[in-house]
């Protein structure tokens, strides 16, 4: 459903809300190991949501990404959003350009629906809401 990038995105920005939550800052380093993700690759992806706004981060000795209040409200949509772009929420299921309402592909009704529902749940996900459950162990972002 998302690229390797975005699934990467995704985890890593969970992860950084977690380790963030009482004003702490995470390194390149901890992200990579704590998500299970190649260190140049994830910075790159994370300097990408710095960019955009997403993600906050500080130069220095005691520097790292973080997030703030106002970030730990952006939601799994906006990550998507950034990351692979708004395909998933309104894209053909068959990967068809001329698929709509008037010229439907043979699962565009009822892959209009799921698509709806994908794109609800990860508007309503958002960040500041996993870090509970990630400090209990009941989640987990590693495989």
């Known amino acids: 459903m998302f690229s390797k990038t975005c699934e990467y995105a995704i985890r890593a920005m969970i992860f950084i809300a977690q380790k963030s939550k009482n004003g702490n800052k995470v390194g390149i380093k901890e992200i990579a190991k704590g998500v299970d993700s190649p260190e140049h690759y994830i910075a790159k992806i994370l300097q990408e949501l710095g960019k955009k706004g997403l993600l906050l981060s500080l130069k220095g000795p005691n520097g790292g990404f973080y997030l703030d209040k106002e970030t730990l409200e952006y939601s799994l949509a906006d990550i998507v959003k950034v990351v692979d772009g708004d395909k998933l929420f309104t894209g053909c299921g068959l990967g068809l350009k001329q698929c709509s309402e008037t010229h439907p592909c043979p699962i565009h009704h009822e892959f209009k629906s799921l698509r709806r529902g994908i794109q609800t749940m990860l508007e309503k996900a958002k960040l500041g809401e996993f870090?509970?459950?990630?400090?209990?162990?009941?989640?987990f972002l590693k495989r």
């Open 131 to 139: 870090t509970e459950e990630l400090g209990k162990r009941l989640t």
